[in-house]
């Protein structure tokens, strides 16, 4: 079973980074398009970025581009989101998820635990 492991979440004030970082237990990561969502209480959960299978194309909610990059490792199975110059409004649960290539947006079947970034002014 694909599990996608998160790491990296927590407090920060305005204007500091954070990565996270996503770790999936599949043989064939390469396969899978990435991405990464965020959802706030009685919210729908948003997209916030997405990469292809090899890392040569990415994707960024308007929110976010400029200061979210987001990058993968295949050798390590691993996915990250650097989040520079974070404000307040991006305080959420951000969650990991993957799918077997497709598209950059619609829907992803895979799902990680969910870590709250929390962005204080």
């Known amino acids: 079973q694909v599990q996608l492991i998160e790491s990296g979440g927590g407090l920060v004030q305005a204007g500091d980074s954070l990565r996270r970082s996503c770790a999936a237990s599949?043989?064939?990561?390469?396969?899978?398009?990435m991405g990464w969502f965020r959802q706030t209480p009685g919210k729908e959960r948003d997209f916030v970025a997405a990469v292809n299978w090899r890392g040569s194309s990415t994707d960024y909610a308007d929110s976010v581009k400029g200061r979210f990059t987001i990058s993968r490792d295949n050798a390590q199975n691993t996915v990250y989101l650097q989040m520079n110059s974070l404000k307040p409004e991006d305080t959420a649960v951000y969650y990991c998820a993957a799918k077997i290539f497709g598209t950059l947006r619609g829907q992803y079947g895979l799902w990680g635990q969910g870590t709250q970034v929390t962005v204080s002014s």
């Open positions: 599949v043989r064939t990561f390469s396969s899978y398009t």
